[in-house]
């Protein structure tokens, strides 16, 4: 059986083959899940007496319920038809997180930025259609401002056209609802990966701390070219990935990342292609991952220093247009020996 590695591209993280582990920890047995959700892949992989998959799918199912916005009937698609609906505790969590990290960046972060994002397209097909009175149309109802939760519980919005996407920090909090689950069993060793997003707990069935690797910064917008720069180790921590350093847009000689800014409407041109982040949750460090993306690079670290145990990798461009790499200090606990 192979080691059990993780290689990430940043903004991407593909998995080696999990088969089942006969390896054996006193009565448990390594379990693995694997699917689709979300419209994304999951990997789980856990030390149990007995499968847990049914309890996982009906975690996730809990909260697609509250929180995917392309569901009929869940409470974030009420609220975004202005339908009276009460948020329920899952909906309130992501809420106020979204709001906390918008605060911290200073608007670079925002769940109502989906309007913005949907007219300019997948990376940023419709640019040539796009007109300044578009943008500025769209922003009168951009920007987590203009919608709260009053102390009763009731979602007031300062325009009704106001919309609300969490996909840039849902896949995060997917992940900690499974390992609180696991949890709740007593489980103390898991890695759940939801999207490209991880919680890993305790070690593998290797007996060692769950291996993430990194790839190295190759210029390279095709995406064929990999070779391995570092291998993280992952005990009792989230990991969450942002942008992609081998798919970004030129301007005037100049690469970017596939961002779009939602306090300008525009596309982001600042430095960073690519932002890993790591921190004890994984709703925290997906959340941050998307806003250092809009923030760039020295603003991103002011950021960074006052939320405690967050710790980031970013991929970026200098001057020269070369790509370069930055971590914060401490993050070199990460790195495999």
């Known amino acids: 059986m192979k080691a059990n590695v993780f290689f990430l591209g940043v903004s991407v993280i593909l998995f080696t083959l999990l088969l089942p582990s006969c390896n054996q920890k006193g009565n448990y047995t390594y379990f693995q899940n694997s699917g689709e959700i979300f419209h994304t892949s999951y990997h789980i992989k856990y030390a149990y007496e007995r499968s847990l998959e049914s ?22 698609t009420k609220i975004n038809n202005n339908i009276p609906v009460k948020p329920d505790s899952l909906f309130m969590e992501v809420f106020n997180k979204a709001m906390e990290v918008s605060r911290m960046s200073e608007g670079k972060f925002d769940i109502t930025a989906s309007p913005l994002i949907n007219a300019w397209g997948f990376g940023f097909k419709n640019m040539d ?36 996407n969490t996909s840039a920090i849902s896949k995060g909090y997917s992940c900690d609802l499974v390992a609180r689950l696991f949890d709740s069993y007593g489980i103390e060793n898991y890695m759940v990966e939801i999207g490209g997003e991880i919680v890993a707990k305790g070690v593998n069935d290797k007996g060692v701390c769950w291996r993430i690797g990194l790839d190295k910064p190759v210029d390279d917008s095709t995406g064929m070219q990999h070779e391995l720069q570092t291998i993280l180790s992952l005990c009792d921590k989230s990991l969450a990935t942002s942008g992609n350093y081998r798919n970004y847009y030129l301007k005037n000689g100049k690469k970017y990342a596939h961002t779009i800014d939602p306090q300008t409407g525009y596309p982001s ?52 247009s070369t790509l370069d790499v930055a971590y914060s200090k401490g993050f070199e606990q990460f790195f495999t020996k």
């Open 269 to 320: 041109e600042q430095n960073i292609l690519g932002a890993t982040v790591i921190a004890n949750d994984c709703m925290t460090a997906d959340a941050y991952a998307t806003a250092f993306m809009a923030s760039g690079l020295e603003k991103s670290k002011e950021i960074a220093q006052k939320i405690p145990g967050l710790h980031y990798y970013f991929i970026y461009v200098k001057p020269d």
């Open 55 to 76: 309890e996982i799918l009906a975690e996730l199912e809990r909260f697609e319920l509250s929180l995917n916005p392309f569901r009929e009937n869940t409470i974030i």
């Open 129 to 164: 259609s796009i007109t300044p009175e578009i943008i500025d149309s769209l922003k009168e109802f951009v920007g987590y401002d203009k919608i709260r939760i009053d102390s009763e519980g009731n979602v007031i919005k300062s325009d009704p056209r106001v919309q609300l």
